[in-house]
């Protein structure tokens, strides 16, 4: 955490301590109320100590890059400077050096975030706000916005709003955190069943495959990979939650059993075990189609019900299809749509949608709740 602390830092290994805050702004206008302190980021100490920090755990430890918890609370040159930094020290290491900032605000202060190409800022952020769009049109939001239609992915504030990022922007993907509630739990609380229930295992899949056709990186909080819940809890705990540990912010940092790290597979259902090998197949391919994690995305078609996207990079192009309603549909995709003049083929690569190429046209069938990744052939 690199914006705040509770105060009594320990100095650094130069013996450097961070400078604090004063502003009342900086403290919601409460410093009486704000549990710590906020770091005063314009005095020199409060830069050399956390560029230290930045630079110590990857040189002494190895770990290969920052998750910056309310990353709003660092000034854009500092993120910048940090950014750097662990960028450099990573690169006499077989790390990443990745920096991903935690922004839990709307798309406006995202963009801020990253400032411009002139005067950048973050390199990463989470996007939370295409994270709501996902759970509203597949499931419910932890506040109850459920049964949005598929188009609620690529409207301004979601999807649409990464037209006015700047270039150096890499927006990361996540389906949920350890403050959010679970994403089998918002299935439940959307009223769409359980893990007794197909359709809780649907639309899992339908979530995953869309992380998998995402341009930049993306993030599986433990347990999602089996479809994790927590057992008895769907709505929303009232009166002392927190002494329970039972908040929509606590709920989800709970035991799963994931094997082979802590329980046997005869120890989780089936279903449990398939999904996890359907995620599995979906990264592997995400790892050996580079037009699927770097490619350009275009949105090709979405209504009430159907999602398409055209990933392209290079001589590689594919489709992302969803149907995130509970009825079939037919979906005719011409070559004009997708832009390939020279379209003689196509391929599905994974999923559960049926896909016939005609001359020039792809039908693809999908039965409700279905998903799949095709593969455009053409004659080059």
Known sequence: VFGHHKGGVPPSPIGIV???SNRVSDYFGHPENYPGQVVDFDQPQARAFYEEVARYWIERFGIDGWRLDQAY?????ALARL????EEAASVRPKSGYVVGEIWRKADDIRAAYGTSEAPGLTSAFD????????QVLASDEAGTKDRPATTLVEPWALGAHSAYPDHAIPNLMLGNHDLVRFGDLIERAGKGGPQADSYWARHRLAFT????WSGPITFYYGEELGAEVPGFSGRTGQNCGKSQTCDDH???NMVKLPPVNAKESEVLPKELALRSYLTELLTLRKVSPALSSGARTHLFSDQDVYADLKSLGNENYVLIMNVSDHARRIRLTREAVDLVNLRGSRLLIGDVGVQSGA????IDL????TGIIQLQAVH
């Open 18 to 20: 961070p400078a604090t």
């Open 73 to 77: 609370q660092l000034p854009n040159p």
């Open 83 to 86: 950014s750097q930094i662990v």
């Open 128 to 135: 939370f706000p295409t994270r709501y769009a996902l759970v």
């Open 210 to 213: 869309f992380m998998a056709a």
């Open 251 to 253: 709920i989800a940092r």
């Open 360 to 363: 020039g046209s792809i039908e």
């Open 367 to 370: 039965p409700p709740l279905s």
